[in-house]
């Protein structure tokens, strides 16, 4: 490990120390994994910086730093530790030398393959439906499931993610998993066939196939959706882009378009969350539940994420989360921790959760998957682990899917999108990040 201190080199860049850090983020696309000292990491203030934070361990804060947030951390005399080289030897090692570049995981290509594999050897059960389209034009899918897929019966329908973030690409495999095991055991299995039979269960492998081929090709940690910004940086961060308390404060998302939480100019700004309101909260089909997956963590996270006030529902979500919990340490022992989102990991406004949730109450969850720690490879799960990760996630997949069935939502909102005359989805004013104020109300 190599503590540096880049004071001395980078003098001509104290001018810059009294900027905030993003706007420096506009310099680089690539970057690299540094870690901070927690009381370092305080002192400076990094917290309100939009930086792209990963976990923190043992006193340290590790995060991603492009080139120019690298050169700030050193002009505000922030001690950090370069840690890319050692967890790029271990992702290497967990990739197969005949998988192509990414081993056993999917492309976009190889996942819309083995989509339309599902629906041709299921017919009637299976169906692929394009729910969008990228700006690099690739097709956003889903995988519906329900006896007589190809109709719309108008029964209860729950919706699994995966791959808001490029870079975290065992959050493909798990929910893709899902589907193949509903439709092969459907036949099997009395009880996948019930739930199949009285539900529509909805799954979206690949909710940003631009970044997830960016990754793939080009920069491995890659996190944010490929849009052209006005000032010449790419990508928004499409789990920061939904439209329930948007831009709430720049310590859940970033106003700087170089930062790896940049929230976009506007709420549904970007095709891919659009693909997903216009699925979930469109006319016809009864939502009730979601997870979105992400790595890493072991984690299952209920709203709010924007405010360390209470949902509503506080009480049944976390129930829920504790019940899947449960299920998850049931198979092979491993440990999830569950909470709010604000409270157990960090503050976010814009993210899938917390909007999905704000319709109609409907039990949303982000659950980030394994490693529980960049020392166990961080976004770099061994391929030959996909396996376990996913049978460890079934029965609370199941759970929640069932849960859904059982629990109808009220018909109306239960909190109400903010909006503005016309109707649209109001743009909230970023607020100074001070401590957060109380949720709204009902
Ligand atoms: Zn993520």
Redesign the pocket.
């Known amino acids: 490990m190599r503590m540096m201190r880049l004071t001395a080199i980078v003098l001509g860049l104290a001018v810059l120390a009294g900027l905030a850090l993003p706007v420096l983020a506009a310099a680089g696309q690539s970057g690299e994994i540094v870690s901070v000292a927690e009381r370092d990491f305080t002192a400076a203030g990094l917290g309100r910086k939009g930086l792209d934070l990963l976990m923190r361990k043992d006193g340290r804060v590790f995060l991603v730093a492009s080139p120019g947030e690298i050169a700030a951390l050193a002009a505000l005399r922030v001690g950090f530790t370069f840690e890319t080289a050692r967890l790029l030897r271990a992702s290497l090692e967990g990739l197969s030398a005949d998988g192509g570049i990414n081993g056993a995981y999917h492309s976009v290509l190889e996942l819309e393959t083995d989509l339309r594999i599902l629906e041709r050897d299921h017919p009637g059960l299976a169906s692929v439906v394009e729910i969008g389209e990228t700006l690099e034009k690739r097709s956003i899918l889903a995988l519906k499931i329900s006896d007589n897929a190809a109709a719309n019966e108008n029964e209860p329908a729950v919706l699994f993610t995966g791959c ?2 490029a870079r ?1 690409w065992i ?1 493909v495999e798990v929910p893709y998993l899902f589907g193949k095991y509903l439709l092969d055991r459907y036949d099997l299995d009395p009880q996948v066939r019930a739930l199949v039979d009285a539900s529509e269960i909805w799954i979206v492998p690949i909710v940003n196939p631009d970044g997830l081929e960016y990754s793939l090709h080009v920069y491995r940690y890659w996190r944010k959706n490929r849009r052209a910004n006005a000032d010449g940086t790419f990508g928004v961060d499409i ?1 920061r882009n939904y439209g329930y308390a948007w831009g709430y404060d720049n310590e859940g998302s970033s106003g700087y378009p170089g930062s790896d939480v940049y929230r976009g100019t506007g709420p549904f700004s970007e095709p891919e969350t659009a693909a997903v309101r216009t699925l979930f909260a469109g006319v016809g089909i009864d939502f009730r539940g979601l997870i979105s997956y ?2 890493f963590g072991q984690n299952i996270l209920f709203p709010w994420g924007y405010t360390t006030a209470l949902a509503p529902s506080n009480t049944e979500l976390r129930a829920v989360a504790a019940a899947m919990a449960g299920l998850i340490a049931g198979v092979q022992g491993t440990v999830y921790s569950y909470g709010q989102a604000s409270q157990l990991l960090y503050l976010t406004n814009g993210d899938t959760a917390d909007w999905a949730y704000s319709l109609r109450g409907a039990p949303a969850f982000t659950v980030e998957l394994p490693p529980v720690d960049i020392d166990h490879g961080a976004f770099f799960n061994d391929e030959a682990a996909i396996g376990a990760v996913f049978e460890e996630n079934l029965p609370a997949m199941l759970y929640l899917a069932r849960y859904a069935v059982d629990h109808p939502l009220p018909v109306r909102p239960r909190v109400v999108e903010r909006r503005d005359s016309a109707g649209r989805p109001a743009a909230v004013k970023p607020k100074p990040p001070v401590r957060p104020a109380p949720g709204p109300s009902r």
């Open positions: 808001h973030h975290e959050s789990n992400h790595s």
